[in-house]
């Protein structure tokens, strides 16, 4: 990944902005912890009501969905003829504000399940062995286990990637064959919610 590197300072607190694999995201590190642990899709501002910054970010013209990791933010805009530098500044500002507010980052629920043996060990797989995705302020969330194959949600800078495919494929999907006999395939899933806001946004790219 080619990752071009600023700072920000504003109000005391750096921030470094990174490029992602996908030009409609861009990944902010507080330099300071997110949520410490575990990560947080918010795909539209109907699903923000848990955190304030989020619905924060959300209120920036041109933002599509936010996604909260351990210590970054990725934030995907609408489209790629929307410029980043105005939303770029309005994120940065949004961001120094609520950290020098103190407030929770969030109320809602951080992505984990307890599951059987196989699912276990395919979220363990997920979690230590394709680090890169977050890297790339993006995450893999495990939405189920059936007859053989794996249903993943691909979030953050991951929704809409040209190299998610292949990164499910080829990485993913190669790799928990490997470890777990009892996998034959992995497919990418959206959730109702995610579905319903593609087709509205089809609609109205018309």
Partial sequence: MSAHIRWGLQRNLSIQTQETPNPKSLKFLPGKPV??????????????????LARELFEIEGVKSVFFGPDFITVTKMDED???????????????????????????????????????????????????VQEDGGDVIFKGFENGTVKLKLVGSCTGCPSSTVTLKNGIQNMLQFYIPEVDNVEQVEDEVDEINSKVFEEVER
């Avoid at 410490?36 to 304030?52: E, I, K, R, Y």
């Fill in 35 to 52: 949520l410490g642990s575990g990560t947080q899709d918010f795909p539209s501002p109907s699903s923000a009501g848990s955190s304030s």
């Fill in 82 to 132: 929307v410029e980043w530098t105005d939303i770029k500044r309005h994120v940065l500002d949004a961001i120094s504000k609520f950290f020098e507010s103190g407030d929770p980052i969030s109320t809602g629920a951080v992505h984990s399940e307890s599951d059987d043996d196989v699912v276990s060990m395919i979220k363990e797989l997920l979690d230590t062995r394709i680090p890169t």
